[in-house]
């Protein structure tokens, strides 16, 4: 598609699950960045990839958070033993390489709404 | 480290009023500025952006210029409309190096336009 693809739209999982969160980035895009959207908390920053490695992960919250990225273009969020403060929105955007460090836009997904109950 | 200060809202404006979004951010080096905006059930989408000092961004009859004297990228439209209500993020991205490339975000301003 055109854009940048989030999947599932919405999740709803039990307290102590795994889930898994999936980002296709815009194709040719190189850069992708995950943020997490609380209510009362503004955008969030979780990792960073280039390719795929990632320069920067100091957004994770803790070591239940990881994620990666496989042939440069689909990620995957994982969150182990979920807990009631990961729901959330979590949002995956794309740019080309460089980011908004050269003034490139980054596009964003519409989000993964995800209700941990 | 980088961080971006904006008001804080809600800000509440009739139809047709001047509206303005006060953002200053504190970094080193030269970064690049943006104005991103939620509209109700949508995602995040840029509305706006300036790469250097004295740039002015603009789109959809909003205006922002980076003041580097001032490190502000005030948020700006002369006649605001009822399709304008979303919440509004000031963000920037730090121009030092590789890996440095994300988005740090404002808390964001609910903006509410009354007919």
């Known amino acids: 598609g055109a854009g940048v693809s989030q999947s599932p739209s919405n999740k709803v999982t039990e307290k102590g699950k795994d889930v898994e969160l999936r980002c296709d980035p815009i194709s040719g895009h190189t850069a992708l960045y995950w943020y997490r959207q609380s209510l009362g908390q503004g955008l969030e920053f979780l990792i960073y990839?280039?390719?795929?490695?990632?320069?920067?992960k100091s957004g994770l919250p803790s070591d239940r958070f990881s994620a990666e990225r496989t042939g440069g273009s689909v990620s995957t969020l994982t969150i182990q033993r979920t807990q009631q403060e990961d729901s959330a929105v979590y949002l995956c955007?794309?740019?080309?390489?460089?980011?908004?460090?050269?003034?490139?836009?980054?596009?964003f997904g519409e989000g993964s709404w995800l209700t941990v109950v | 480290g980088n961080s971006v200060t904006q008001m804080e809202g809600p800000v509440t404006l009739s139809e047709e009023a001047f509206l303005t979004i006060n953002c200053t951010y504190t970094?080193?080096?030269?970064?690049?500025l943006f104005w991103y905006v939620q509209y109700p059930g949508e995602g995040l989408q840029l509305l706006l952006k300036a790469t250097k000092a004295d740039d002015k961004g603009s789109n959809k009859g909003f205006e922002a210029t980076y003041r580097k004297e001032t490190t502000s990228f005030h948020l700006e439209k002369g006649s605001v409309q009822v399709s304008d209500s979303a919440v509004y993020f000031c963000a920037l991205s730090d121009g030092r190096s590789f890996g440095n490339e994300k988005l740090t975000f404002g808390t964001g301003t609910r903006l509410t336009i009354i007919p």
């Open positions: 970094a080193t080096g030269y970064p690049s």
């Open positions: 990839f280039q390719g795929n490695s990632a320069p920067d």
């Open positions: 955007a794309s740019s080309s390489e460089g980011g908004g460090r050269f003034g490139n836009t980054i596009y």
